[in-house]
């Protein structure tokens, strides 16, 4: 039933879904706080569109969040589903194959900012929302909260949960903005890194000075911020930060073999990343690397004349952006503050170093022997013919610590993305295939949550 659904009206699933892909609800950026608006307006009528009744534009201090539900029974389980209709910022726009905001079908994947991150991944639920409601399927209770400021921290979405908790009432949490291996190898995320996120900014003399006229004589702010920030690993790739593993929660033995079990081709990733090696903390497989492990990186940096042709200045700044992803028991404020305090530390008496927190957030492990991961997992063996792998992402999602210290609720990860779909950079993707199937599997999870 539901398969002919989805079949019969895939056309105009897409049709909809491009709709809210043209719109650039960048986040980040102010100039397109209309857009964004735009965004959230478009899954509201949605929505209602779809059967939810008490579908409201919730506002806050920055973008605002969409409310809706679906409440056919008190007594049966409750459901709140939780993602973002705000997207990364496009650029490099040259890099792109075709424009961002235009989404295209190419090879059976949808190219498009937002296209998997999250705008894809959200629309699913709309869907299987709507399919429920038409066929008269929906056997639970159902709560959306889709947000507009994920990518920028997700600070007045923490506040308007405080604030909510009896409308926010429910027995889990459903979330579709992760990954899974791949389309034969299902998977479900149990474990997300936690995030720190800074900003430096490093001065050397009141003004652009003449290379040539200064330079050797006074500091290059250049210089001076890629020794320091060259200084924050060690020869075996560790962070050197004093403290920054003291918290550090060690998987067994037996945990991290069983990490490694799950589909993993070394040749293929180098491959679709186009290097001849990779690198990382020695001692651990690039599983453990990207799951398991803590990291820094610099996600950006700049200073100087970067125009065309040539101009020999010697900058009197230079700033860079930095992440560090945290695993459990890292703290985000905590890291921040040992970040902060080290990197200061380690200046040179001819510059003066700014040292800006932007935002964070926890670590989270969601468990595998709740009723609702049961639920899951029962759906995937039903749609897909198996049983999904349990994984640890790489990446953050800093509400779901917040979900659970608030409401107390555990999430279910339940995303139908790849990793090789580009989310963040240039050609972002989404495949048709991970559209329609994950329609069709969280339409699945609900049958098997009302029986739990």
Same mark, same amino acid.
């Given at each position: 039933?539901?398969?002919?659904?989805?079949?019969?009206?895939?056309?105009?699933?897409?049709?909809?879904?491009? #709709?809210? =892909?043209? @719109?650039?609800?960048?986040?980040?950026?102010?100039?397109? %706080? &209309? *857009? $964004?608006?735009?965004?959230?307006?478009?899954?509201?009528?949605?929505?209602?569109?779809?059967?939810?009744?008490?579908?409201?534009?919730?506002?806050?201090?920055?973008?605002?969040?969409?409310?809706?539900?679906?409440?056919?029974?008190?007594?049966?389980?409750?459901?709140?589903?939780?993602?973002?209709?705000?997207?990364?910022?496009?650029?490099?726009?040259?890099?792109?194959?075709?424009?961002?905001?235009?989404?295209?079908?190419?090879?059976?994947?949808?190219?498009?900012?937002?296209?998997?991150?999250?705008?894809?991944?959200?629309?699913?639920?709309?869907?299987?929302?709507?399919?429920?409601?038409?066929?008269?399927?929906?056997?639970?209770?159902?709560?959306?909260?889709?947000?507009?400021?994920?990518?920028?921290?997700? #600070?007045? =979405?923490? @506040?308007?949960?405080?604030?909510?908790?009896?409308?926010? %009432? &429910? *027995? $889990?949490?459903?979330?579709?903005?992760?990954?899974?291996?791949?389309?034969?190898?299902?998977?479900?995320?149990?474990?997300?890194?936690?995030?720190?996120?800074?900003?430096?900014?490093?001065?050397?003399?009141?003004?652009?000075?003449?290379?040539?006229?200064?330079?050797?004589?006074?500091?290059?702010?250049?210089?001076?911020?890629?020794?320091?920030?060259?200084?924050?690993?060690?020869?075996?790739?560790?962070?050197?930060?004093?403290?920054?593993?003291?918290?550090?929660?060690?998987?067994?033995?037996?945990?991290?073999?069983?990490?490694?079990?799950?589909?993993?081709?070394?040749?293929?990733?180098?491959?679709?990343?186009?290097?001849?090696?990779?690198?990382?903390?020695?001692?651990?497989?690039?599983?453990?690397?990207?799951?398991?492990?803590?990291?820094?990186?610099?996600?950006?940096?700049?200073?100087?004349?970067?125009?065309?042709?040539?101009?020999?200045?010697?900058?009197?700044?230079?700033?860079?952006?930095?992440?560090?992803?945290?695993?459990?028991?890292?703290?985000?404020?905590?890291?921040?503050?040992?970040?902060?305090?080290?990197?200061?530390?380690?200046?040179?008496?001819?510059?003066?170093?700014?040292?800006?927190?932007?935002?964070?957030?926890?670590?989270?492990?969601?468990?595998?022997?709740?009723?609702?991961?049961?639920?899951?997992?029962?759906?995937?063996?039903?749609?897909?013919?198996?049983?999904?792998?349990?994984?640890?992402?790489?990446?953050?999602?800093?509400?779901?610590?917040?979900?659970?210290?608030?409401?107390?609720?555990?999430?279910?990860?339940?995303?139908?993305?790849?990793?090789?779909?580009?989310?963040?950079?240039?050609?972002?993707?989404?495949?048709?295939?991970?559209?329609?199937?994950?329609?069709?599997?969280?339409?699945?999870?609900?049958?098997?949550?009302?029986?739990?």
């Amino acid at each position: 039933m539901i398969k002919e659904y989805i079949q019969s009206n895939q056309q105009r699933f897409l049709d909809e879904l491009f #709709d809210l =892909l043209r @719109i650039p609800s960048v986040s980040a950026d102010s100039r397109h %706080k &209309a *857009d $964004v608006r735009k965004a959230a307006e478009y899954i509201v009528q949605k929505l209602k569109d779809a059967g939810a009744e008490a579908v409201q534009l919730c506002e806050t201090k920055g973008h605002p969040i969409v409310y809706g539900e679906k409440i056919i029974n008190p007594s049966l389980p409750t459901v709140l589903v939780y993602g973002h209709y705000d997207v990364q910022p496009p650029d490099p726009l040259n890099l792109w194959t075709s424009p961002p905001f235009e989404p295209v079908i190419k090879e059976g994947k949808i190219f498009a900012r937002g296209s998997c991150d999250d705008k894809g991944q959200v629309y699913m639920h709309l869907k299987a929302f709507e399919a429920m409601m038409k066929l008269n399927q929906l056997s639970c209770n159902v709560k959306f909260m889709i947000e507009g400021e994920e990518e920028v921290g997700s #600070d007045n =979405l923490g @506040i308007f949960v405080k604030e909510n908790k009896a409308k926010l %009432k &429910a *027995d $889990v949490i459903l979330i579709s903005d992760t990954s899974m291996i791949s389309l034969e190898h299902p998977s479900i995320t149990v474990g997300l890194r936690g995030l720190s996120y800074m900003e430096v900014e490093v001065t050397g003399p009141n003004r652009d000075l003449h290379s040539g006229v200064y330079g050797g004589a006074v500091a290059n702010p250049i210089n001076v911020l890629s020794k320091m920030i060259g200084s924050l690993h060690d020869e075996n790739g560790r962070v050197t930060i004093p403290g920054f593993y003291d918290k550090v929660a060690e998987l067994s033995p037996d945990d991290r073999k069983k990490l490694n079990e799950a589909p993993f081709d070394l040749a293929e990733y180098k491959k679709d990343l186009a290097i001849d090696d990779i690198q990382g903390e020695k001692g651990f497989t690039t599983l453990e690397r990207t799951g398991i492990r803590p990291t820094l990186d610099a996600n950006g940096i700049w200073g100087g004349y970067t125009g065309e042709g040539a101009k020999t200045v010697l900058p009197s700044k230079a700033s860079a952006k930095i992440s560090m992803r945290l695993v459990p028991n890292q703290d985000s404020q905590e890291i921040s503050e040992l970040f902060t305090k080290h990197f200061l530390s380690i200046a040179p008496k001819s510059v003066k170093v700014k040292v800006t927190v932007h935002h964070g957030g926890q670590p989270a492990v969601t468990p595998t022997d709740s009723k609702a991961f049961k639920a899951a997992s029962d759906a995937f063996v039903e749609v897909w013919g198996k049983a999904p792998i349990p994984t640890r992402d790489g990446g953050s999602i800093p509400i779901v610590s917040l979900f659970k210290k608030e409401l107390g609720l555990d999430t279910v990860l339940m995303g139908f993305g790849l990793d090789s779909d580009a989310i963040h950079s240039p050609n972002e993707h989404y495949g048709v295939k991970n559209f329609l199937i994950g329609i069709e599997t969280i339409f699945t999870f609900y049958k098997h949550f009302s029986k739990k």
